[in-house]
């Protein structure tokens, strides 16, 4: 196992912050790697703590009487500077119970209510996103989604647009669209099974 001795916090920002690690390596080879984490202070930091506590969730939900169709945004990531496909997703506040947040992050950037589902834990533990840049880590909140769409409680930073997407739709997203990893294997998932929840079941 490598061993770290030193970590410098390089930024202080409000949502992320980039810090160096300085270690070894299990081949006793020096380490310099650069870290993206929504710690706001080193101890905080997962390699500290060592408690996987979810940053964020991640929302997939169902919508319509027929439960044929998924809601998806359409946002637009100064990292490419171009527009993705993901699901609705937002920070978990503190003190918050991620369901709850997802609920609020449902209705904050689409407008619509949200009915989770009660899953095994396994299907809604928070999972690390990419590894290599960070440690930030999601849960996974199931649900059905009603209501009209709405912008009305999004902030002026975000710009999204809400899809309601059928099984073509998806199909072309995959095939033609920028889409977030987590996302595409869940739609994958979704084109594939009559039930799109049924996974979750088993």
Not at 15 to 24: E, G, K, P, S, W
Not at 59 to 82: F, H
Not at 119 to 141: H, L, N, Q, R, W
Not at 168 to 176: S, T, Y
Request: glycine share 6%; aromatic share 10%.
């Amino acid at each position: 196992m490598g061993k770290i001795h030193h970590v410098e916090k390089l930024t202080d920002n409000r949502f992320v912050n980039l810090y160096h690690v300085d270690a070894t390596s299990v081949h006793d080879t020096p380490v310099s790697y650069y870290v993206a984490s929504r710690a706001e202070k080193i101890e905080d930091m997962k390699l500290n703590t060592r408690k996987n506590t979810p940053d964020g969730v991640i929302i997939y939900s169902i919508y319509g009487e027929k439960r044929d169709k998924v809601v998806l945004i359409r946002q637009y990531r100064y990292t490419i500077g171009d527009y993705i496909y993901e699901f609705p997703a937002g920070l978990v506040e503190p003190g918050e119970d991620f369901h709850e947040g997802a609920v609020r992050e449902l209705y904050e950037e689409t407008g619509l209510q949200l009915t989770t589902l009660k899953v095994d834990e396994a299907y809604e533990k928070p999972y690390f996103t990419t590894i290599g840049m960070t440690d930030e880590s999601c849960a996974t909140v199931y649900g059905y989604a009603s209501g009209e769409i709405s912008a009305a409680a999004q902030e002026d930073t975000e710009e999204i647009e809400v899809v309601i997407a059928d099984r073509e739709e998806v199909k072309r997203i995959l095939k033609e669209e920028n889409v977030a990893i987590m996302c595409a294997y869940m739609l994958m998932h979704f084109l594939e099974d009559d039930e799109p929840f049924a996974f979750l079941k088993k």
